[in-house]
């Protein structure tokens, strides 16, 4: 069974920033490409950025230059530190594996303005 763990997220105002983590547990390679989703009310889910195997990173033109994805395989663990967080950035925030399809139970961010 494979189990994708996100933490990190809160109340935090504008500008202030937040660092997310998820951790990848079970049968799964953690070389896997990962990403994270971002989800808002009454909006569909979007990608925020996404980190490969061999570290290749894209990000989605609103959150760069704000947002870090990195990985730490030898934790199973893939990070997203965002700083100069907007009231727009407010959403839950998913992992997701990108070979398997796996999504973790998301974790939830408010920006106050």
């Known amino acids: 069974q494979v189990q994708l763990v996100e933490s990190g997220g809160g109340l935090v105002q504008a500008g202030g920033s937040l660092r997310l983590s998820c951790v990848v547990s079970?049968?799964?390679?953690?070389?896997?490409?990962m990403g994270w989703y971002r989800q808002a009310p009454e909006k569909q889910r979007e990608l925020v950025a996404t980190?490969?195997?061999?570290?290749?990173?894209t990000y989605s033109a609103s959150v760069k230059g704000r947002f870090t994805i990195n990985r730490d395989n030898t934790k199973n663990t893939v990070y997203l530190q965002m700083n100069s967080l907007k009231p727009e950035d407010a959403a839950v925030y998913y992992c997701?594996?990108?070979?398997?399809?796996?999504w973790g139970q998301g974790t939830q961010v408010t920006v106050s303005s």
């Open positions: 980190i490969t195997a061999g570290l290749s990173i």
């Open positions: 079970g049968s799964i390679s953690s070389i896997n490409a």
């Open positions: 997701h594996d990108e070979i398997y399809g796996y």
